[in-house]
Nanobody, 122 residues
């Protein structure tokens, strides 16, 4: 079971660092990523990383501002979010899958964590 944490309230231009951990199993062999869902919107892809952390993918809207990393030694999946904008406000979910790694359709990812709310004020 995945658990995302690190959300909160931040002013525009600020930063937040989200983490995702697993309660019951190792995530070493899983590709992982982040999706987000704003009120009234569908879930959208944010970023993903292959199981060993070698390849990373980003939505155009977050390129240059967000950075995803996966450290199989230290454990968690990290999403470093810088220069946050009000339009980044959403519930952020971490995902994992043994097979997909750059898939932007949410229903292709097998495992989902409980989300963490990020609110960016203007």
């Amino acid at each position: 079971q995945l658990q995302a944490s690190g959300g909160g309230l931040v002013q525009a231009g600020g930063s937040l660092r989200l983490s995702c951990t697993a309660s019951r199993q190792s995530l070493d062999n899983y590709h992982m990523g982040w999706f987000r869902q704003a009120p009234g919107d569908e879930r959208e892809f944010v970023a993903s990383v292959t199981w060993a952390g070698a390849l990373k993918y980003y939505a155009d809207s977050v390129k240059g501002r967000f950075s995803v990393s996966k450290d199989n030694v230290k454990g968690p999946l990290i999403l470093q979010m810088n220069n946050l904008k009000p339009e980044d406000t959403a519930v952020y979910y971490c995902v994992a899958d043994e097979h997909v790694f750059s898939e932007r359709r949410p229903n292709r990812w097998d495992y989902w964590g409980r989300g963490t709310l990020v609110t960016v004020s203007s």
